[in-house]
């Protein structure tokens, strides 16, 4: 069974903090490890996909890095803009329905 | 180009009532998924449909139906709705191939009393 755990549950910067969250999986043959941004209300937003350890993926503050047990979201200047909860999925090769599985989220809070 | 999306954005059931959840996608997408999402239990698998005509069970399926109409609608059903089932429900939808990322939907929210 996938399993997908993210820590802290949640994170209170300060503008311009850099810091790190965190994703761990136990998975049957990694076929892409995802990172989404969910704001209050809204649906996730879709950010990065990685496939295999030693990739990493940027955009904007936000840097993604992957290894065999883990992925870091790494936040870098952060702004209050950046503020919402980071959901960490996982897709294994043993469902063949493009299923994802995914841990509880991080609630980050950048204050200014 | 709306993406994927939802109605109603909230709904108010009482125990044993029946409802439907309407998803729609306007991007060609093969494969679309219903979500439950609940604190502190993250995003939970309803059911999906890998391609137009099929539907399977996810991790938590007992108590809802769905129907994939055609290749852009997926519709959840409660058939006699239950306090337990009061959630956030989130449709979303993703090609076969390429990078397998799903795009979601802005969400249902229903409360069960």
């Known amino acids: 069974e996938d399993q997908v755990t993210q820590s802290p549950e949640a994170l209170r910067l300060q503008e311009g903090e850099s810091s790190s969250l965190n994703c761990s999986y136990t998975v049957s043959g990694l076929r892409g490890l995802f990172w989404y941004r969910q704001d209050p209300g809204k649906g996730p937003e879709f950010l990065f996909t990685?496939?295999?350890a030693g990739e990493e993926k940027e955009k904007e503050r936000l840097k993604a890095t992957l290894t065999k047990k883990e992925s870091f979201l790494h936040i870098t200047a952060p702004k209050p803009e950046d503020s919402a909860t980071y959901l960490c999925a996982v897709r294994s090769g043993n469902n063949a329905g493009n299923m994802l599985t995914f841990g509880g989220g991080t609630r980050l809070m950048v204050k200014p | 180009n709306a993406g994927v999306t939802q109605t109603p954005k909230f709904q108010v059931l009482k125990t044993g009532q029946s409802m439907t959840l309407q998803c729609a996608q306007d991007?060609?997408?093969?494969?679309m998924y219903w979500y439950r999402q609940d604190p502190g239990m993250g995003l939970r698998l309803i059911y999906y449909s890998a391609s137009e005509g099929t539907t399977d069970k996810g991790e938590v399926p007992n108590g809802y139906n769905v129907s994939r109409l055609n290749k852009r609608e997926f519709s959840l059903r409660l058939e006699s709705a239950a306090p337990s089932q009061t959630s956030v429900y989130f449709c979303?939808?993703?090609?076969?191939?390429?990078?397998?990322?799903?795009?979601f939907g802005p969400g249902t929210r229903l409360t069960v009393t």
């Open positions: 990685l496939y295999s």
């Open positions: 979303a939808s993703s090609e076969i191939g390429g990078n397998y990322e799903q795009y």
């Open positions: 991007m060609n997408h093969n494969s």
